[in-house]
């Protein structure tokens, strides 16, 4: 059953994927501000939701964790994708870079999740 133990979950997701995110973007040369402000307002967009229907989908639902893993992170990578499309100003390949970030991210945060 769901509970308060969801906030703190949707919290360090959130913060975690800002900073790896960011981190990334910084890594492939993002600099501005105005780009940067981007990558963590398209994750606090996407990642809550993400996270929250994986959640719902373990909790209730019961369907391939992999499966529904993926198509969430496809929609999270579709809907960051347009909106670097629509508001970067100095990132040059946006679908890339989106797809990039979220695997980035995703990567890093299993990989920090089995050493916790």
């Known amino acids: 059953m769901m509970g308060t133990w969801m906030i703190p979950a949707l919290a360090v997701s959130l913060g975690l994927t800002v900073v790896l995110e960011g981190t990334f973007g910084w890594m492939l040369g993002v600099r501005n501000r105005w780009d940067m402000a981007l990558v963590g307002l398209v994750n606090v967009l996407t ?12 909790i209730y ?31 040059r390949h946006p679908w ?8 980035f991210s995703f990567m890093m945060g299993t990989i920090l999740a089995m050493l916790i």
Request: net charge positive; charged share 10%; with cysteine.
């Open 47 to 58: 990642n809550p939701a993400v996270v929250f229907l994986y959640y719902v989908n373990i």
């Open 61 to 91: 639902v019961g369907w391939n964790r992999i499966l529904v893993t993926v198509l969430l992170e496809m929609a999270a990578v579709a809907a960051e994708g347009l909106c670097y499309r629509a508001a970067g100003r100095g990132i």
């Open 96 to 103: 890339l870079f989106s797809a990039g970030a979220n695997l």
